[in-house]
């Protein structure tokens, strides 16, 4: 399973970004798609994640300001960032929960850095 993530870039505080990752290889089955983040000196974190029967789920942070969507036939995911901060400064990663050749897990993308100015 590869995923190829895209989007990512310079925008100052208050601006908008568009994610996108696009999932490729013999995929059984994927239960969700998901956006995480990881900040300098932090741990990674779930920014938001689509999963089984279009529900839902996004960081207490980004709520009312991204909005994750999916397309179930193309095996895509997408962030849209919206009045982006500074704290939103991090590297984005791309995962994948499903069942491959290689088993039931959760797959990971290269990453996206996307970088905020106050």
């Known amino acids: 399973v590869q995923l190829q993530a895209s989007g990512g870039g310079w925008v100052q505080a208050g601006g908008s970004l568009r994610l996108s990752c696009a999932a490729s290889?013999?995929?059984?089955?994927?239960?969700?798609m998901a956006w995480y983040r990881q900040a300098p000196g932090k741990q990674r974190e779930l920014v938001a994640q689509?999963?089984?029967?279009?529900?839902?789920e996004y960081a207490d942070s980004v709520k009312g300001r991204f909005t994750i969507s999916r397309d179930y036939a193309k095996k895509t995911v997408s962030l849209e960032m919206e009045s982006l901060k500074p704290e939103d400064t991090a590297v984005y990663y791309c995962?994948?929960?499903?069942?491959?050749?290689?088993?039931?897990?959760?797959?990971w993308g290269q990453g996206t850095l996307v970088t905020v100015s106050s």
């Open positions: 689509h999963g089984v029967g279009g529900r839902t």
């Open positions: 995962a994948l929960l499903g069942l491959s050749r290689q088993g039931y897990q959760n797959y």
């Open positions: 290889g013999t995929i059984f089955s994927i239960d969700a």
